[in-house]
């Protein structure tokens, strides 16, 4: 059975950080692609940031780059989002993406994470 288990969302002062991790089981975790996405109330889901599974190079949203920063350790299975310099625009659920290289009818979602950036 194949599971996305994320955390580390929560209500953050603008300018403050978080980190989300996304925990995997069920999957060959090291050949899969990862990203996160988010999605606000009324708008559609968007790509946030991306590692992928071949040398693990990056790729932002250019209303990211620069304050968050996405990494993946294989061993733990487990994919993160520092996210640094919140804005309230960032308000969002957060949601772990993982997509198989190899098998690509293989792409699962994790159950999302909110992340609230108010005073």
């Known amino acids: 059975q194949v599971q996305l288990v994320e955390s580390g969302g929560g209500l953050v002062q603008p300018g403050g950080s978080l980190r989300l991790s996304c925990v995997a089981s069920?999957?060959?975790?090291?050949?899969?692609?990862l990203s996160w996405y988010r999605q606000a109330p009324g708008k559609e889901r968007d790509l946030v940031a991306q590692v992928i599974s071949a040398g693990g190079s990056t790729n932002y949203a250019d209303s990211v780059k620069g304050r968050f920063t996405i990494s993946r350790d294989n061993a733990k299975k487990t994919v993160y989002l520092q996210m640094n310099s919140l804005k309230p625009e960032d308000t969002a659920v957060y949601y772990c993406n993982a997509k198989d290289t190899i098998f690509r009818v293989n792409d699962f979602w994790g159950q999302g994470t909110q992340v609230t950036v108010s005073s």
């Open positions: 069920g999957i060959a975790f090291s050949r899969y692609d």
